[in-house]
Antibody, heavy 114, light 107 residues
Framework: EVKLLESGGGLVQPGGSLKLSCAASGFDFSRYWMSWVRQAPGKGLEWIGEINPDSSTINYTPSLKDKFIISRDNAKNTLYLQMSKVRSEDTALYYC???????WGQGTLVTVSA | DIQMTQTTSSLSASLGDRVTISCSASQGISNYLNWYQQKPDGTVKLLIYYTSSLHSGVPSRFSGSGSGTDYSLTISNLEPEDIATYYCQQYSKLPYTFGGGTKLEIK
């Protein structure tokens, strides 16, 4: 069974940093592109970016390219999202998803507040 | 970026109804269109991929159609567990973009 489990969310101060993780199981993680998607409270879904299996290609939504860094560790079956210089508008539920978006995690909540 | 528009933000229907949710793209997306269901607890599930292909395990009362810039999701015989918000998404060009969502409620 494919499982994706996000973690690392929490309360962070404006201007701060946070690193989210997505632990994958039930499939050969090293063979799949992976994406991050977020959803601000009461808003729709927003694709953040994706990373290919060997980390040689990473694509971002242009407006978020300077704020987020996507990475992965295939030995640990884990996807990461490094967030920096966060602002209140980055408050959201952050999901990871497997290429094709057939499988999603439950999300981890990030709250940016002083 | 390709803009995805779901003009109906909320929709009320009765159990057993046939419901159609529409989505339009700001430019042609060559059928690279997915539909998702998001439950109130935040769980997101893929329903339809490539405009009309039913994802594994999804009930056959869900169907998708469309071409060019205009697409739709149809739910025939609405059931209580279909109460959710539905999103379309294009994956024709980066960045992938989602519609604003259509919240389906029971009348």
């Amino acid at each position: 069974e494919v499982k994706l489990l996000e973690s690392g969310g929490g309360l962070v101060q404006p201007g701060g940093s946070l690193k989210l993780s997505c632990a994958a199981s039930g499939f050969d993680f090293s063979r799949y592109w992976m994406s991050w998607v977020r959803q601000a409270p009461g808003k729709g879904l927003e694709w953040i970016g994706e990373i290919n299996p060997d980390s040689s290609t990473i694509n971002y939504t242009p407006s978020l390219k300077d704020k987020f860094i996507i990475s992965r560790d295939n030995a640990k079956n884990t996807l990461y999202l490094q967030m920096s210089k966060v602002r209140s508008e980055d408050t959201a539920l952050y999901y990871c998803a497997r290429r094709g978006f057939a499988y999603w995690g439950q999300g981890t909540l990030v709250t940016v507040s002083a | 970026d390709i803009q995805m528009t779901q003009t109906t933000s909320s929709l009320s229907a009765s159990l057993g109804d046939r419901v159609t949710i529409s989505c339009s793209a700001s430019q042609g997306i060559s059928n690279y269109l997915n539909w998702y269901q998001q439950k109130p607890d935040g769980t997101v599930k893929l329903l339809i991929y490539y405009t009309s292909s039913l994802h594994s395990g999804v009930p056959s009362r869900f169907s998708g159609s469309g071409s060019g810039t205009d697409y739709s999701l149809t739910i025939s015989n609405l059931e209580p567990e279909d109460i959710a918000t539905y999103y379309c998404q294009q994956y024709s060009k980066l960045p992938y973009t989602f519609g604003g969502g259509t919240k389906l409620e029971i009348k």
